[in-house]
């Protein structure tokens, strides 16, 4: 057996082929698509995954003010951030940021998915999510994508 033959071919930034997904987000339970998503993200579905690149596709989600979350998460699910002086902690219920800004729902929970370090920044530019189904990105021709046949 020649033992040359097996190599490992590890991605890098020249040889990687990032795509254009749209997932649309109508009807979709919030952490499930989440999920989904930031595996599409990273590029882990990819035969030529590479831990330590950005070898994901570029995601385009539609139609964001139309997730679902399941049982009584709407009123029960806190979000929750410190604008950095004493006292400061201020609580978001789940129907609150959904009627202020929707996006940030599921931006927020992709995000978490994501590594905490420079890659997952790198990683969380390549997401765009919008409100309607309207998006500017119709010039990259993004393959639409069934969120129910990925694992």
Known sequence: MNTLSYKTVSAN???????????????????????????????????????????????????????????????????????????GQRFTSAKEMMAKKPTAMVEKAIKGMLPKNRLGSQLFRNLWVYEGDAHPHEAQQPKVINLNSIK
Request: charge should be positive; charged fraction near 25%; hydrophobic fraction near 35%.
């Open 13 to 87: 930034k020249a040889t990687v082929n990032k795509e254009w997904v749209l997932v649309d987000a109508a009807d979709q339970v919030l952490g499930r698509l989440a999920t989904k998503v930031a595996v599409l993200l990273r590029g882990k579905l990819k035969p030529n995954y590479t831990p330590h690149v950005d070898c994901g596709d570029n995601v385009i989600i539609i139609n964001a003010e139309r997730i679902t979350l399941t049982g009584n998460k709407w009123d029960q699910k806190e979000y929750v951030r410190h604008t950095g002086y004493p006292g």
